[in-house]
Structure formats: C-alpha cells, structure tokens
C-alpha cells in the first residue's frame, strides 16, 4: 500500500474467525475467553405512548426531538415539564443538549439532543454515534431511543440511525488483554412509534461491519494467510456458501504473475485466492454482482521497505477484502435473491531474498507484461489478476475495495472515500448513493489519458508512477485494464476505512467503511437493475 442476527455475529464464528488454523501461541490465554458477546445486543420496538412505566426497565435513554419542540410535545414525554426548563438553558447546538436522571425507580439517564427535520445521513448517523457514547460512559444498560415531534419518514430515519448506532457500540472489537472491556450496551428498545419498523437491513449491514471491523482488528499473527483462508471456509460453511482456494500452485497455471510476484516473498505457500459464491436462486448461474477485496494481511513494504510508523497499522492493510466479506455476510443475511462471487486476494507484502524488486517484470493472468516500480504498490498487482478472475465470470457488475493509496487521503481526507468507475456517467450516481446512506464518496476520473504517466519501455506498462502525482487516478487507470468483457466496475479507495475518533454510527477507528455503501448502491440505488 502507497501511505503512511441477527444482531451481530453468530458466537460460533467468531470463534472459529479466533481459532481456526493454528490457533494460539503457547502461553497465551484462550482467544475463546476472550471474545467479545459475539450476539451482540438485543433489539426490540415498544409502539405507542411512551408512559413512565414504559421507561421503568430502561436504563439510559437516547431522546431526539426537533431545534423548535412546540409546548404539545412535552407533554407526551414522561417528565417532559422537567426536561423542557433543563433545555432552555443550554444551547440547542449542544451534543448531547441535555443529560439528566428521570425521577424514577432506575434513575433512567436521559440523553437528548435537538436536530433540525431534513437532516441527511451522515449527520443523523453522526449525532446517533455521539448520543450513544454519551449514553454508555456507565455500566452496560438497556437502551431505549425516543424520537419524538419529526413527521414519520423523518422519525422512522432517526430511529434507523440511532438503532445502527447501538449496534456498532455494542459490538467489542477483539482484545487480549487479562481483563476484557466491559459490554457496553445489554440491549436496545425503540420507544413511541406509531407501529414497528422492519429493522432487518440495519441489522444486516451491522453484522457485515462488525463482521469488517472484527477481521480489520485481528493482529498479523492471529489472523495470518492460512488462518484467514481457513476462516472465509468456515464462514462459508455456517452460511451455505460455496468455498474455492486457488493456491499459489494453482495460480501458476492460471499465469497469475502479477499476485504471484507479492507472494513470492512470503516464506511459505500461505498465499491464494479465495472464492465465495452466494446462489439463493440456482447453483449455477452467472453472478450478478462480485466483489472484490484486496486482503494484504501485514504489509512491509517489501523491498522499498516502510519506516516504523507507515508500517505500525499494515496489519489493516486486508481491510478492502474484509469490507467484501462483510458486504457479502449482509448481502446473504438478507436472503437477497442476487447471485453474488466474493474474492478475496490473500497474502503478505514481505521483505527478503525471495521478494520481488523495482524493475522486474511479471506477466499477469490476462497476459500484460508489468514492470514494477516500487514494491509498496503491492495492492494494485494482487487486484490486476484477481480482477481478470472476476471479470472473466461476466458478472453484471464488480466492486473492489482496497486501502490503496495515500494520495486520496491527500485529497479528500478520512472523511469520505474515493470512487472509481469505467462508467463515467455513473459519477452523480455513486456519489448520491453516498449521501443518502452516510457513507459519503467522492468520484474520480479515469482513463487511457492516465496511461501516458504508466509508459514502460520495457513491458506493457508501468506498476506505478515514480512520481506519484495523482497515485489513487492511476493505481485506478491501471486496475482497469485488467477488466475483461468491458465489465461495469466500481474501485472504491478506502481513505475513510480508518479515522481516529470513529466516523458517521461507528465508534471505533476501523470504520468498516464500505458496507453501508454497496448496500446503498444495491438496495437504494438499484444499480443491478437493467434499466439502470
């Protein structure tokens, strides 16, 4: 890499995610005993009027209510008189606005904040993230979210946010310390709506990112190439997947060069490429949608080796391909009737005798010569043949993800990601899909102008560009001439897959970033469909 359920997994994965392979290290304590409550937290509607025994088993309580609350709406809420004066005197930008104790049996820790009818994803995600870590500063509670005084779409919204947020605080990311961080969230109940909503999507997508940002997590020698493959197999099997490894073996026949080449440097046949196939419908079918993750579980830099602090977080370099897999789980949790593939390029980024070097030239699967320039661009020659592999299915539509450039974060920051497509036209539309799921992108052009910066003399292209002015446009040119068939494709650059503080729902540095997104662009966007 170029820079410096219903409600969570299901226990038995995330044990076999710990445990498969060769386990643990001698001496160490059982990763077992140190999972998170892999179940995550329950979830639950109350409709109707919300009455002070309604509140008597909840513990904190999220309560969203409109900038300008009208007198009526007081005094549909239990102590509304109380809260009402306690409001008045803060000021309504305030996040939380207000943090009280009702007069109740539970002492029930109310935290409320103001926000104007309208209000995009991003930002009801965000003030749902911020309102959920105000609320479980204490011990693990139930959770109750009111939002109150909105028309329904926009309370069914707020609702939706607040619920996703829960859930993501509720999952604890893997630890190996002698004393494990407490849960922070027992379970959650949707108060005062008129009926119950179908939450089943937010659960869905919730499950994939913590699927995501438990593999993200993991340590290098937790989660090696072998542990990780067999993992994906395991995954398979409770979901009813179809499971294939390509081995380094069967990569050479296949003349996948430009993998190979990474791969090279590990000190063992680790390395492979692992397909999943969802077919709820017919066996065998064409898919309709394959994603694609870039799954660099620990990245040196090889031979152009990284300083300390460029190479301290490369175990979070497979993030793109655990993104995919999250994707994928949401995807099957909700029994979509899609045919989906998810491959995932495994391997380490090594130094050594074997690793290969600037100027050597490989032969990748779909038969171009590439002459290799730095040996940190390492993300773009494991997609190159993995991308000819999903191509070559014709499926209607491919979406990588991969932590692949510094220079999108450059551009845009960690707070949106970037967007790459061989469909130009489609840029209004994915950077739309970003808006209204809360996972924002920004689009980036691509193209053979781009090639010209990638001239080789010695092979059909460059890997990379010595001067790295614009890297994320052309690791992104370059990825596209490893499409075949003229295969609608999306890259997704993962500049928001890690933010210091969490982003949008999620509370925790990984973001997951990704999940959301595709959902969006399936479910929302409708981006399979063929008058699309």
Avoid at 298 to 318: E, I
């Amino acid at each position: 890499m170029h820079r410096t359920v219903q409600f969570g997994l299901r226990a038995r994965h995330i044990r076999r995610l710990c445990l498969v392979g060769q386990a643990l290290n001698k001496g160490f304590h059982s990763m077992q005993n140190t999972l998170p409550d892999s179940r995550g937290p329950r979830c639950t509607q109350r409709p109707g009027r919300v009455d002070s025994k309604g509140l008597a088993a909840i513990d904190q309580l999220l309560l969203i209510l409109p900038t300008r609350a009208p007198a009526a709406l007081w005094r549909r809420i239990p102590q509304g008189s109380k809260l009402q004066a306690l409001l008045r005197k803060r000021s309504s930008g305030d996040v939380p606005a207000l943090q009280t104790r009702l007069a109740n049996k539970r002492q029930t820790l109310v935290v409320a904040a103001r926000t104007a009818a309208g209000t995009g994803a991003f930002d009801r995600l965000t003030l749902a993230r911020k309102l959920v870590a105000a609320a479980t500063t204490e011990k693990a509670g139930n959770l109750g979210i009111l939002v109150v005084g909105f028309d329904t779409e926009e309370q069914h919204a707020l609702c939706d946010a607040g619920v996703a947020a829960a859930l993501a605080a509720g999952f604890n990311l893997p630890e190996f310390k002698s004393q494990n961080s407490p849960q922070r969230i027992r379970s959650i109940c949707v108060l005062g709506l008129n009926e119950k909503i179908d939450l089943s999507r937010t659960v869905a997508e919730a499950e994939g990112n913590n699927l995501a940002r438990w593999l993200t997590a993991l340590p290098p020698n937790k989660l090696d190439a072998v542990n990780y493959a067999a993992a994906l197999k395991d995954l398979a099997k409770d979901n009813g997947w179809q499971y294939k490894r390509f081995t380094t073996k069967d990569l050479e026949k296949l003349g996948a060069g430009a993998f190979l080449a990474v791969a090279q440097g590990n000190d063992n046949d680790s390395a492979s490429i692992v397909r999943l196939r969802y077919r709820p419908l017919k066996a065998n079918v064409a898919p309709a949608l394959s994603l694609v993750g870039k799954g660099i579980i620990f990245d040196t830099g090889g031979t152009n080796l990284k300083p300390f602090l460029s190479m301290l977080g490369m175990h979070g370099d497979m993030q793109g391909s655990a993104v995919a897999v999250g994707t994928f789980l949401a995807i099957s949790a909700l029994k979509l009737p899609i045919a989906v593939d998810c491959w995932i390029a495994i391997t380490e980024n090594r130094t050594g005798p074997s690793a290969y070097k600037p100027q050597d030239v490989v032969t990748a699967a779909n038969g171009k010569t590439i002459q290799t320039v730095h040996t940190d661009a390492e993300g773009r020659m494991v997609l190159a043949d993995t991308l000819t592999f999903a191509s070559r299915e014709k499926p209607k539509l491919i979406i990588d993800y991969a932590t692949l450039t510094g220079s999108v974060i450059s551009a845009i920051t960690t707070r949106y990601s970037g967007v790459f497509t061989n469909r130009a036209d489609w840029h209004p539309r994915l950077k739309r899909a970003g808006q209204n799921c809360g996972e924002r992108v920004w689009p980036f052009p691509i193209g053979k102008e781009f090639l010209e910066d990638l001239k080789s003399d010695t092979a059909d292209i460059q890997q990379c560009s010595a001067k790295a002015r614009g890297d994320h446009i052309l690791a992104a040119s370059f990825l596209a001439e490893f499409i075949e068939n003229d295969t609608p494709w999306i890259h997704i650059d993962l500049a928001a897959g890690n933010r210091k503080g969490g982003l949008g729902h999620i509370p925790t540095e990984v973001t997951g970033f990704g999940v959301r997104y595709t959902m969006s662009l399936i479910l929302d966007d409708h981006i399979l469909r063929a008058d699309h």
